[in-house]
């Protein structure tokens, strides 16, 4: 660089400037805070101290639990550790690739900084800084309520949450460091876009693998008394996957061995030269390719796409009118375009299938306390557990659906469509998809338990007055509750009036949980003690039905009229 | 000022920008014309530095935009067709974040920060978040940024999208202002009429290659008619009106 150059520039601010506009924009949020922010707050704030309680409490009884093993615990509780720090060190690896891609190449704030005076090297302090921030928060919050329940269970002394700290620092960088190397190789082989697409698609995998090592353990073996034999073999597998060349090892020994006021060197040193090593190696290779990278970036809207036409060819077969079947047509092929979007809903799908394999593989009949009273007493914590995901599903897919017509929404509003026909047209595709899926979920899962036959019709009927009334209320307060500049849905189901749904949402399901259950589990012991029902026991149970089917039929009602309204009066 | 050279740049097998060279001297305004999809904001993307060429030189203010690309940016004021701003920041806050990115220290950032914003009539605005801004109040803020550190050229992309007659008059003013003062300034505008009323000079691209350049009389002259109106040149240049074709859909 000429002396004029080097002039120029010698006045620029360091890195962590960068980082400013993230801090004034929080500290400006609070200071002006929008309608709904308290509540939001409130209740996220009682949903953290509420889990970070019980992990605390979780690891904490299970650390005094070992302890009571001696040198075994002491082994399980260093396993234990390793299997935590490894499974954050997959999970973090891929965030960090995630992160990297909408931080270095894909964030609209890159072209008001690479268009400013600012060299490449503090543009990438100050991105990856945010990266790790950003990759790590989650596995962090989880991470120090189970350290913390650790070291008070082991009575450990002062010096073991210092070292701790010590330790996840570097554990934390070196994932997102190999993560953000391999966005940067990913982004300057594909367009940015298209690398987002292939990121979703390897997150699905990573899922996957993840769900099939859970499965590979089978936990399950755990429940036989005559498997007990084969618990060397069961503790053979879980030591397989640990390997002392991973970081997750050297940071699992360093807080074991500070666990035991010991100062463990080797891995301590090996952790904090391996970070800072990578992020040299990186911010080199950074300097080296991100120009070209981002650059591609901006290249990708010639990206191909999926036509559909056999979606479009099946939607004519429907009996629907124009309007509704171009609707439900741009909806469908707006959703499957975005991978980001259908690959949540398969995520879930993989989840959905785990959750009803583990009833597959239970030997229910050799469990001496699957007795037939809990069996149906599963069959109400499997309508809860549909309950949840239809909430969540509904948060998440269908709340958003007004919303994500954004800024074209301005095209319905100036067609002759009315705003009800359009609302309307939104529940319907929300309600089908989330109808089925809940359904298949709740009558697999009561069937591979073997719950009462009076039960299984009692679920289904639960399944879909719930359905009805979920979609109703999510559509309508979605309505109500639009955010039409959101950038993607997942902010608008985190907006005031997505967290405001997700509350009345479970206050619903436990309602209609109770109105439904307490007299389908009288009636089931009548049965099965083989005595007559008496009338009052009737008419309470049959009202206790009618009440749920009314209270489903209102909250859709409500719903729906509430979001039509809203969007009439629109301004 | 700003001068490019043979710039080029390709997007696999199609050619945006197609061996484009261009000088912007101290004090001028020139004007960059072309129909959508001419390349204009590509190349004004290049210059800024948001766009890697495939081949082709940048300088600005004498530095190389690919060997000291902070010095020559630092000479370079950017106003994009559509600007990113912080939306949770206030319009303070986002030219101090802005003057500070340029190296500008705080004791003479307020004073100016305050004084762009009166020059494009945002000072009652300076504590409001940007969020609760309309397009046009928007555009003139990025319009303070860009001035705020005293570049030496400035960068435009469709100055007058969103801007009201009075907002659209402000820009033309400060404009010839600055240009006055020695800032060279290269702006690409579909608004012809700004064009003609403006710029000392002007270049049309069509399909990635410069196909007319010169004062706007001398540019006129090449389309063979020095008594017609900008428009006229400019489709005959770039390919006609099309007004035949919307008679016969007609």
């Known amino acids: 660089m000429t002396p004029r150059a080097i002039a120029a520039t010698r006045a620029t601010q360091p890195f962590p400037y960068l980082l400013l506009p993230s801090f004034w924009a ?189 499965r590979m353990i089978q936990p399950e073996q755990l429940l036989r008394v005559e498997s007990l034999p084969d618990l060397t073999d069961f503790f053979a597998t879980l030591q397989s996957p640990i390997t002392p060349l991973l970081p997750s090892f050297w940071a699992a020994e360093a807080v074991f061995a500070s666990l035991q006021g010991r100062f463990d060197a080797l891995h301590m040193t090996a952790l904090w030269t391996t970070a800072l090593g990578l992020v040299v190696l990186v911010a080199a290779a950074n300097d080296r390719w991100h120009f070209s990278g981002f650059s591609k970036a901006q290249e990708a809207r010639k990206a191909k796409f999926t036509r559909f036409e056999l979606l479009t060819a099946a939607a004519r077969l429907l009996p629907l009118a124009p309007v509704r079947r171009h609707m439900l047509i741009k909806d469908l092929k707006i959703f499957l375009r975005d991978v980001s979007q259908w690959s949540q809903l398969l995520l879930l799908l993989a989840l959905v299938l785990v959750y009803l394999y583990n009833f597959r593989v239970f030997d229910l009949d050799r469990n001496p306390y699957m007795s037939g009273v809990i069996k149906n007493v599963y069959a109400f914590v499997n309508l809860a557990m549909a309950g949840l995901v239809m909430s969540t599903v509904c948060a998440r897919f269908v709340f958003p659906a007004v919303s994500s017509e954004g800024a074209a929404f301005w095209i319905i509003r100036t067609a002759p469509v009315s705003l009800r026909a359009f609302l ?148 | 000022m700003i001068a490019i050279e043979s710039l080029i740049k390709k997007y696999g097998t199609f050619t945006a920008v197609d061996g484009v060279s261009l000088e912007v001297k101290p004090g001028e305004i020139h004007g960059f014309l072309g129909p959508n999809g001419a390349g204009k904001t590509t190349t004004i993307r290049m210059i800024a530095g948001l766009l890697k060429p495939t081949s082709g030189r940048i300088l600005v203010n004498g530095h190389d935009l690919a060997r000291a690309p902070e010095a020559a940016k630092a000479s370079l004021g950017f106003i994009p067709d559509r600007p990113f701003i912080y939306e949770k920041l206030t319009a303070g806050e986002f030219l101090r974040f802005h003057g500070g990115l340029y190296g500008m220290d705080d004791g003479a950032l307020g004073a100016r920060a305050t004084e762009m914003l009166e020059l494009f009539e945002l000072g009652r605005w300076e504590h409001e978040l940007v969020e609760s801004f309309s397009h046009g109040m928007k555009q003139r803020l990025v319009m303070s940024a860009a001035f705020l550190h005293r570049p030496k050229a400035v960068l435009v992309d469709e100055p007058m999208v969103g801007l009201d007659p009075r907002g659209a008059r402000l820009i033309k003013d400060v404009f010839r202002k600055m240009a006055e003062h020695g800032v060279a300034i290269l702006m690409s505008t579909h608004t012809l009429e700004v064009a003609q009323e403006m710029c000392d000079r002007i270049a049309i691209i069509l399909k990635g290659q410069i196909i007319a350049r010169g004062t706007v009389g001398e540019v006129k002259a090449l389309a063979g008619g020095s008594d017609q109106h900008l428009t006229e040149v400019f489709l005959r240049l770039t390919g006609g009106s099309g007004l035949q074709e919307i008679d016969e859909v007609l």
């Open chain 1, 26 to 214: 929080s500290r400006n949020r609070a200071r002006r805070r929008e309608r709904g922010d308290g509540t939001r707050a409130a209740f996220f704030g009682v949903v953290a101290v509420g889990v970070g309680g019980a992990i605390f409490s979780g690891s904490f009884w299970l650390t005094v639990q070992l302890g009571g093993f001696a040198d075994f615990g002491d082994y399980l509780l260093r396993l234990g550790l390793s299997w935590l720090f490894l499974s954050f060190l997959s999970f973090l690896t891929f965030s960090g690739i995630v992160t990297a891609l909408s931080t270095f190449f894909l964030s609209d704030d890159l072209r008001l900084l690479l268009a400013a005076p600012v060299s490449a090297r503090r543009v990438f302090h100050a991105r990856f800084a945010r990266t790790v921030g950003l990759s790590s928060w989650m596995v962090l919050v989880f991470i120090v309520p189970v350290l913390a329940g650790v070291g008070v269970g082991h009575c450990a002394p002062w010096s073991y949450y210092w070292l701790s700290i010590l330790a996840t620092v570097p554990f934390v960088v070196i994932p997102v460091a190999i993560g953000t190397a391999i966005t940067l190789l990913l982004v300057n082989v594909f367009p940015a876009r298209r690398a987002r697409d292939i990121l979703m698609l390897m997150g699905l995998l990573f899922a996957g693998s993840l769900v099939v090592l859970l």
């Open chain 1, 424 to 571: 309307w047209s939104k529940f319907w595709i929300g309600f089908f998809p989330v109808f089925l899926l809940t359904e298949v979920l709740t009558v697999a899962a009561n069937h591979f338990l073997g719950v009462a036959p009076m039960l299984r019709i009692v679920s289904a009927a639960a399944v879909f007055l719930m359905s009805l009334a979920l979609v109703g209320l999510a559509t309508g307060l979605g309505a109500r509750y639009p955010r039409f500049n959101a950038d993607n849905p997942s902010q608008v189901a985190g907006s005031y009036g997505g967290v405001a749904f997700m509350i009345m949402a479970v206050l619903f399901m436990i309602v209609l949980i109770v109105l439904v259950g307490w007299p389908s589990s009288v009636f089931l012991w009548y049965s099965t003690t083989n005595l007559p029902v008496p009338a009052r026991v009737i008419v309470l149970g049959g009202a206790g039905f009618a009440a749920a089917i009314i209270l489903s039929l209102s909250t859709w009602w409500f719903g729906m009229r509430s979001g039509v309204t809203a969007l009439e009066s629109m301004g």
